[in-house]
């Protein structure tokens, strides 16, 4: 697969955001992103991107904090966050896409953390939850539905993380998440059927559910699974469903469909995902002027364009391997990202402009001694590195034209990539 952009270290610190009363602040956080020319807005993103939600705020929204402390550089936050999100799942009744939001939040923290961010209690409680949900009718819409399964396939991970010989992959026959995987591989199938538009080259936003129904348009709920981490369709499907969604004029949504997330958000991902370009460009743009509805999902989707690593993720990433790709931003000269969490281990990335190309050193802050193997694309190459706590990566990547487009290889296989 082919991911995204690089960057790099930060020294400004920042008081982390205000949690409610029972949840406290555990240090101050490291700004994380910086850039030359400066962008004002990274630092009015990061007062609240990590901030917990009300009590009674919807589920997706503890799912955006938890992103938002996630790259922070704060596994502790996270964690909290979650814990509060669990409250909220267990006192009053929550959609079926709306409870899988809170899983697929306990998987990237788990991604990020290497740690579990509850026990095993929790995860059961986890469990009971997406019983309920999963018995519920299939969902109206397929932004509901691609999420629940998305949700399905997420809790699966969660309850093999300590299985002996598990290797994140989507198709696991064995093991305590299996049941689960079987269900949501089939589940993922039916809405498939009920929503692809061969003609059109992209899924419904309202599953026909075997009723004959004109073809129609794309809305910008069609983003939504793939920002929340759903990257599993059959053959190209989802490459061919993000470009022709992303080129094709979009009909109105309310907000509230959009679970927090805004247009250009949703935009910024989905071309991050398929490699940059001109829209990716003028995504990035965008979401830095319009960021102040989401802050978690924002600052997520910002450093998922410039690093192309993803946080927000989910069945068919190969976990054990951190994926890189160099970006820097139309203007910027140089760009400092301090602490990217991956796998249990932190990185530093650093980008700088050098004439057509742009430098780039990776450095693995911790000390672990397990290995970790990074894939870098430079745009030219795919490089390959194992690196332990203390090592460094340098190379250089290509600063693509606008027009350049990369195809991202999905499809039915792409979780060995």
Do not use: Y
């Not at 509901?144 to 399964?149: G, P």
């Not at 010989?165 to 199938?189: D, I, N």
């Not at 057509?356 to 490089?383: P, W």
């Amino acid at each position: 697969m082919k991911l995204h952009a690089i960057v790099v270290v930060a020294a400004l610190l920042v008081g982390s955001a205000p949690l409610p009363s029972q949840v406290s602040p555990t240090a101050a956080l490291v700004l994380p992103l910086r850039t030359e020319p400066p962008l004002p807005a990274i630092e009015r993103l990061v007062a609240t991107a990590g901030a917990a939600p009300a009590a009674d705020a919807p589920l997706s929204s503890f799912a955006a904090a938890c992103l938002g402390r996630l790259r922070l550089g704060d596994g502790d936050g996270s964690r909290l966050v979650l814990a509060l999100g669990r409250e909220r799942l267990t006192n009053g009744e929550h959609a079926p896409h709306a409870v899988a939001w809170l899983v697929a939040a306990h998987l990237w923290h788990r991604r990020a953390t290497g740690t579990q961010a509850t026990s095993a209690s929790g995860l059961a409680e986890l469990s009971t939850a997406m019983e309920r949900a999963a018995a519920r009718p299939s969902a109206a819409t397929f932004a509901a539905e691609s999420l629940l399964v998305h949700g399905m396939f997420c809790l699966a991970d969660l309850l093999d993380a300590d299985a002996e010989g598990a290797h994140h992959l989507p198709q696991r026959t064995e093991g305590p998440g299996a049941r689960w995987t079987a269900r949501a591989v089939e589940r993922q199938f039916e809405l498939e059927r009920h929503s692809w538009q061969p003609g059109r080259g992209h899924f419904r936003p309202h599953p026909c559910r075997g009723d004959l129904a004109l073809p129609e348009p794309p809305d910008a709920t069609l983003l939504l699974p793939a920002a929340a981490g759903m990257l599993l369709a059959t053959g190209d499907r989802l490459a061919r469903h993000l470009q022709t969604v992303l080129a094709a004029p979009l009909v109105a949504t309310d907000e509230h469909a959009l679970d927090g997330f805004r247009e250009p958000l949703l935009r910024l991902v989905a071309s991050s995902q398929l490699g940059g370009g001109a829209e990716r460009a003028e995504a990035w743009t965008t979401a830095l002027a319009d960021h102040t509805a989401a802050p978690g999902f924002a600052l997520d989707a910002l450093l998922f364009a410039v690093t192309g690593a993803r946080l927000a993720s989910g069945a068919g990433l190969d976990e054990r391997w951190l994926r890189l790709r160099p970006w820097l931003p139309p203007g910027l000269q140089r760009l400092e990202v301090p602490h990217l969490l991956a796998g249990g281990a932190t990185f530093a990335l650093q980008l700088r402009a050098d004439g057509e190309r742009a430098a780039f050193v990776i450095t693995r802050l911790d000390q672990g001694r397990a290995a970790c193997t990074l894939v870098v694309d430079d745009g030219a190459a795919q490089h390959l590195r194992i690196v332990r706590g203390g090592e460094s990566f340098a190379g250089a990547s290509a600063r693509p034209q606008p027009e350049a487009q990369h195809q991202l290889p999905l499809g039915g296989d792409h979780g060995r990539r």
